[in-house]
């Protein structure tokens, strides 16, 4: 087993430690008739709870649970969906004491509920962590994971809802991921490994990304993952896939469904991947499949003891010595009862002599945790097929099917497996059937055959069981026939390779491969960062040293001192591009953060936006991006705040920003031309910052330009009053991107040989030449820090004071790297000088209020410190801080109490009133 130290001693700073957050905590809380508290175990998730143990008490990784308590009930009451909202306060059973609530703590941590008795040399109780959720509507934190994600996943469209309806519960799906979040961080120590498990928690892994940017995170999906023909029909699909592109590695069960997240992530977010990862602005997520196996040893052993011996016995006796044909399988739409069904039937009527000597027995059971929605009609439709066969077969001393709709015991379930004669499992969709791996286990000394769905993710993993297609009830019906037949020395063969297989992919085995994957990555980080010089400092003083570069630089007199600040500007453009192996990513925008630095802020506030691919969509016609309604509407409610002030900093010419923008909102700062021109707020007269500079370069890019544009159909020539750029989104792909090289090659050849001062920008599906010390991140610098941007040496502010409190800085392409460069200089530089940080925990990760943010979807390496994924999610950040779009439309880190209120909102302080009613209630009763 890999070790902690030996992957310190690699030089990755692990601390030992695994955080692994599951869905549900291993136990079921209920209320006793004398009014205590208490736990009782929880059935299901045997393999996750296995590889908790193996890491927990076999290795010297220490290892803590991170789970929702579950639903709270009464003692002998089924788990309660909901409770009615017209109950009294007094007699909701939900409101807990911090008395309560630790008691509970304790009984869960007991290392009975979770493994059963500890063996000697064992370590001691696990650490396990309960997130509370306590609301009287207990349903509700499932409803978007089951009713809407759980379908989808399994190749089923939703059921169409009311709107309202799916946005509580959408609100509700990122209440649960917040909460675990602020769990995590309460408990996190640098150098943790994060463990993320399933569905229920998709979005967790972006939003500790953006509270820890620097944390290790693997998130392990155990269900499938569909086809991008399905997962498409998710109306927050883009916020789904970025939640599950925070983690490093995202696992999947099989590499079908690996290559449904890549198409994925392509398809619907414009990313760049190959078949082991993800492209996602400077990093690398990795994704690979790890199927999930079972404990082996502790099922070999537990499966042969005397108790379970007797029972197999007693099965023979119960069928009078007739074939066995055992299922055990969740009653829901996808695990295939009521195709089993069909097909003994189908089997039933090919052969007949078949009748009177074999029986199906099927146990079927519904788990506490599992909504109505999936269960009612496929219960009906196995009750009716179970009838049909029955009185069509059935005699007085032969029943073909004996239906047990309940969770049987441990034993009895065993028994099941090492009696039978076939297997059958029929899953329509599956992500690993642990029934089919116990059954192989089982069968060690019978060798009885498994006939197993190809649906199953366990189908990959055990290629030499007798597979069928579920939906073909003759195939099916005929596959179980050649089983009752096979030779015994078929049997055995079979047997034997379908047991090595699940020997070796035992769920140690994927608790190891799971990590070892990790591990040898961010060590293969480590490595790359130190050989090619990427460590954060060195990437700090790149920043800092472009940023330095100005305008002012170009009409200095001392022509060595300009050649020398040309080349420094050069070298610092070609230093920061990005290096194979930089995995740490870029965090998604932490927008309730934001929102909470916006409403603080008491000085300016200061808004940079680019337009094209930012505030509006790239299209192949520049002329046609033209701003929506909706963003002219937020331009103009950001504008009515007087605190605010907002600049459009464009590669457009001036004439675009002025027809669009500059008519409309006197009140709105432009700059055109990657910096080149400047309009303040209130101006009706634009500044040229580069009035004094050669512009003889122009004759020989638009040559050049000219040229390319003649052998590739479709591009064309934009002449700026500075910059020129040609364009060639409109050409045939394949053509322009091979005249694209060498039409920047040529243009570096030409333009550097005659010494201009000049940069050629690679943008998207253009190439542009413009001043090499004209550009956003100057215009951004002025902005922040000089009184007024506009004159040709600008005079600094006289304090940090001066300076905007909150300045948000949004823009998708290269030329806006230069913006990013100078935010983070600034921040930079304050730092250095001790600039006094306010009491704001956005500032770990944003210092001073500076957000820098790049907006995809792009393969890019990016200097931002988050990023959008396009121009909507864009206008969705500007209306949420106009009050006009919901905190909870995407994840961020909200402050929740153990009910799910926004901590300090108005209806966490209702509910803090009924709880002081309700314990104040409870204590006059005390004393009655």
């Known amino acids: 087993m890999i070790t902690p130290d030996q992957y310190k001693k690699s030089g990755v700073p692990v601390s030992g430690r695994i955080l692994n957050c599951v869905t549900q905590l291993p136990g079921q809380i209920f209320r006793t008739h004398d009014k205590r508290w208490d736990v009782k175990s929880l059935r299901g998730s045997s393999a996750l709870y296995a590889s908790n143990k193996y890491l927990q008490t076999h290795t010297d990784w220490e290892t803590h649970l991170i789970g929702w308590t579950g639903e709270l009930y009464e003692e002998n009451e089924t788990v309660p969906r909901s409770i009615p909202e017209a109950q009294k306060i007094e007699n909701d059973p939900l409101y807990l004491s911090n008395e309560d609530k630790q008691n509970v703590e304790d009984q869960i941590k007991s290392n009975d509920l979770l493994y059963g008795k500890a063996s000697a040399g ?3 109780p696990a650490r396990i962590h309960a997130v509370w959720l306590l609301r009287k509507d207990q349903d509700r934190w499932r409803q978007y994971a089951e009713n809407v994600l759980w379908p989808v996943l399994h190749y089923q469209l939703p059921e169409a809802t009311g709107g309202n309806e799916q946005i509580q519960w959408w609100t509700d799906y990122v209440k649960f ?42 998130h392990f999906l155990h269900v499938p993952f569909p086809s991008s023909e399905y997962f498409r029909c998710l109306s927050k699909r883009q916020i789904l896939l970025d939640g599950l592109l925070g983690a490093n590695q995202v696992g999947f069960q099989s590499f079908s469904f690996c290559r449904h997240f890549l198409s994925c992530c392509t398809r619907l977010l414009g990313y760049d991947v190959n078949p082991k990862c993800v492209f996602v602005h400077s990093a690398k997520v990795l994704v690979d499949a790890f199927p999930l196996g079972v404990d082996v040893a502790m099922m070999s052993k537990n499966a042969f003891v005397p108790e379970v011996t007797a029972k197999v016995s007693q099965l023979k006796k119960l069928t009078s010595g007739c074939k066995l044909i055992v299922g055990r399988d969740r009653l829901d739409s996808v695990h295939g009862v009521v195709q089993k069904l069909e097909a003994f039937n189908q089997f039933l009527e090919l052969f007949p002599r078949w009748v009177g000597h074999v029986v199906l027995i099927q146990v079927s059971y519904t788990p506490p945790t599992l909504l109505p929605f999936h269960t009612s009609t496929p219960a009906k439709k196995v009750a009716e097929l179970v009838t049909k066969i029955n009185g069509r077969y059935g005699t007085l001393d032969y029943t073909p099917v004996l239906h047990y709709r309940m969770p049987i015991p441990r034993s009895e379930y065993l028994a099941l497996l090492r009696a039978a004669d076939i297997c059958l499992v029929t899953c329509v969709r599956d992500g690993m059937n642990t029934t089919a791996l116990e059954y192989i286990v089982c069968q060690k000394e019978n060798a009885a055959p498994l006939v197993l769905s190809e649906f199953s993710g366990a189908a990959s993993l055990l290629p030499d069981s007798y597979q069928v297609n579920p939906w073909d009830t003759v195939g099916v019906a005929r596959t179980l026939n050649d089983c009752l037949l096979l030779p015994e020395e078929r049997r055995k063969v079979v047997e034997n390779r379908c047991h090595d297989s699940v020997c070796k992919h035992s769920v140690q085995h994927w608790t190891e491969a799971v990590l070892k994957s990790l591990l040898e990555s961010l060590m293969l980080k480590e490595h790359n960062n130190e050989d090619e010089s990427l460590s954060d400092n060195n990437l700090k003083v790149d920043m800092k040293d472009t940023s330095e570069m100005s305008i002012d630089g170009m009409l200095d007199p001392n022509e060595a001192l300009r050649k020398k600040e040309r080349a420094e500007v050069k070298e610092s453009l070609t230093t920061s591009q990005p290096k194979s192996g930089l995995l740490k990513p870029t965090p998604y925008l932490n927008k309730p953060l934001l929102l909470q630095c916006y409403n603080s802020a008491v000085r300016k506030r200061l808004f940079l936006f680019d337009y094209d691919g930012t505030l509006t969509p790239i299209v192949k016609d520049p002329s046609a991006a033209i701003p929506s309604a909706r963003l002219l509407s937020l331009l103009s409610d950001l504008l009515n705040d007087l605190q605010n002030v907002v600049w459009i900093v464009s590669g457009r010419d001036q004439k675009f920003l002025e027809k669009w923008f500059g008519a409309r909102f006197p009140a709105l700062g432009l700059s055109a031309e990657h910096g080149c021109f400047v309009k303040p707020p209130g101006s009706t007269n634009w500044t040229n910052l580069v009035a004094k500079m050669d512009l003889s370069w122009q004759r020989v890019a638009e040559g050049i330009f000219e040229y390319f544009t003649e052998i590739t159909p479709g591009s064309f020539i934009e002449k700026k009053k500075v910059a020129i750029t040609w364009h060639y989104r409109k050409a045939s792909p394949d053509i322009a991107l ?60 006289a304090s940090y004071m001066d300076c905007p409190e909150f300045v948000l800085c949004l823009g998708d392409d290269t030329t806006d790297e ?22 704001n925990r956005a500032l770990d990760s944003y210092p001073y209020g500076l957000f820098p943010v790049t907006v995809g979807p792009a393969n890019k390496y990016t200097v931002a410190k988050a990023y959008l994924s396009d121009p909507k999610q864009v206008l969705d950040t500007l209306g949420m801080l106009l009050g006009q779009v919901s905190i909870f439309d995407t994840a961020g880190s909200v402050e929740l109490d153990d009910r799910g209120h926004v901590i300090n909102s108005a209806s966490a302080r209702k509910s803090l009133q009924n709880r002081r009613a309700w314990q104040q209630k409870r204590l006059s009763d005390s004393k009655k």
């Not at 500790?208 to 620097?214: A, G, H, V």
């Open 738 to 797: 091979f005249h694209e090289a060498e039409c920047f090659q040529k243009l570096e050849d030409e333009l550097s040989a005659r010494d201009y001062d000049v940069t050629v920008i690679r943008g998207k599906a253009n190439v542009e030449v413009r001043p090499l010390f004209a550009n956003k991140g100057e215009i951004a610098r002025r902005l922040i820090l000089c009184e007024d941007p506009t004159v040709q040496r600008p005079k600094m502010r």
């Open 177 to 218: 991921n917040e909460a675990y979040a602020a769990k995590v961080r309460s408990i996190y120590k640098p150098g943790d490994i994060i463990w993320v498990h399933d569905y229920y928690l998709l979005l967790l892994p972006q939003i500790l990304r953006m509270e820890i940017p620097d944390s290790y995170i693997v």
């Open 122 to 124: 064992e370590e001691g």
């Open 818 to 839: 230069d913006m990013f460069r100078a935010l983070n200089a600034i921040a930079e530089k304050w730092h250095e000088e001790n600039v006094p940080l306010t009491d």
